[in-house]
């Protein structure tokens, strides 16, 4: 039964509030980074390297965050991690201040960053869901979308002013002081959600891959995404490449550009808000759409053209993941929410490390508008071979084979 966004609990407005002006803060500091690493090195490789860094923790921690969450809970476990991401901003604002930050100091500030967002993901989206309760997964879904990227409009907007009017470390001070809703949130207006009758880490973690794996509404999806991944979702290395070598665009021409993949992300959280689905036709269909864009990059650079192929792109990107993302969250039992939030992680961001480094190889090598066309083709090609297997139901066919080879 559809739920209409007014039936949403209050808690979880006031909790969708605080995420909302903490994400803002983020995408003002990400903004921030990358024009930083390119001030500090040159180089889109060493970008693609950052991020590879900031990305890899999701790889490493996403199961043992699962871990983390139902034995401490979903709202302790979001509570720390936020502090310790406000303490690292203020850190990293101190040292540009100075003038004292270089280059593997950034690095390791993204990786710890990383580890903090990774050990965070897994309680956040199973604390939502949980929440929302079970009639608003679908639609949560879409809004959870559509805050992430009307912040990722305003957030690299804001950033860039910061940037042109105060300096870098403002953007990374805003990002700091961000995380202070949120944080009261955490504190005083929720109760925490134990999990004192879940399955053990490990157990979960097995269930919930065996579970996603053999239903269809959800291997289909998360494949798509895992492909799309690693050759096209990673804006935060092509896009600042792309402005300032392609474009010839400043920090606030750059702004402007991830507000375009914002807008239009934002209109895909709300078709997915309006239209709730969770299939792998749309997501396939958003993956493949992806590759058109970035072959439409590959163009001769132009200012409009690269607006409206960024704004379908964040439509794009927004539907395949809001729509993957309710495929799980609609079809996961409760008891394995957090565990299978981990898999959904490591399947959709434990691709950006691997994605970031071959975007900036690809920019480096072949220039931002070449490479952009080369790993869209590559997203058209994997998508193509994906529906392919999916008709000769390869997948499906998996789980029996396994079990064959065990009894042998």
Avoid at 31 to 47: E, H, I, N, R, Y
Wanted: net charge positive; charged share 10%.
């Amino acid at each position: 039964m559809k739920t209409p966004a007014s039936s949403l609990p209050r808690v979880w407005w006031i909790y969708w509030g605080g995420n909302f002006i903490s994400q803002i803060g983020t995408w003002m500091q990400s903004t921030a980074q990358a024009w930083l690493v390119l001030d500090l090195t040159g180089s889109p490789t060493m970008l693609g390297v950052l991020l590879a860094f900031q990305h890899l923790p999701a790889v490493l921690l996403a199961l043992p965050a699962a871990g983390l969450a139902d034995r401490y809970g979903r709202r302790n476990t979001l509570l720390c991690t936020q502090i310790a991401l406000a303490a690292l901003a203020v850190v990293v604002a101190a040292l540009i201040a100075r003038g004292t930050l270089s280059f593997p100091l950034l690095l390791g500030a993204a990786f710890l960053s990383g580890v903090a967002n990774a050990v965070s993901q897994p309680a956040r989206i199973a604390l939502a869901a949980t929440l929302a309760g079970p009639g608003g997964y679908s639609r949560t879904a879409g809004l959870a979308t559509l805050s992430f990227n009307l912040a990722r409009i305003v957030g690299p907007c804001l950033g860039g002013l910061a940037m042109a009017g105060l300096g870098v470390a403002a953007a990374f001070a805003a990002n700091a002081a961000s995380f202070l809703p949120l944080l009261a949130v955490l504190a005083w207006r929720l109760t925490d959600v134990a999990a004192a009758n879940r399955p053990r880490a490990r157990a979960a973690i097995r269930d919930a891959a065996g579970f996603l794996w053999r239903n269809d509404q959800t291997r289909m999806p998360l494949l798509a995404v895992a492909a799309a991944g690693v050759l096209a979702i990673n804006v935060q290395a092509l896009v600042p490449a792309y402005a300032r070598f392609a474009l010839g665009l400043d920090a606030a021409g750059l702004g402007w550009l991830m507000g375009a993949i914002g807008a239009g992300a934002c209109l895909g959280g709300f078709l997915q808000w309006r239209w709730p689905a969770g299939s792998a036709a749309r997501t396939f269909a958003a993956a493949a759409g992806l590759g058109l864009c970035l072959l439409g990059l590959a163009a001769p650079p132009h200012m409009a053209s690269s607006l409206a192929l960024l704004a379908a792109f964040g439509l794009c990107s927004a539907t395949a993941l809001s729509s993957t993302a309710a495929a799980v969250q609609m079809a996961v039992p409760d008891h394995l929410r957090t565990a299978a939030s981990a898999l959904q992680i490591l399947i959709v961001l434990g691709s950006n490390p691997i994605g970031g480094l071959l975007t900036g190889w690809a920019v480096d090598r072949l220039g931002p508008a070449e490479g952009a066309g080369s790993l869209g083709a590559a997203t058209l090609f994997a998508i193509a071979l994906l529906w392919l297997l999916r008709s000769c139901q390869w997948p499906r066919a998996m789980p029996q084979m396994l079990d064959v080879t065990k009894k042998i």
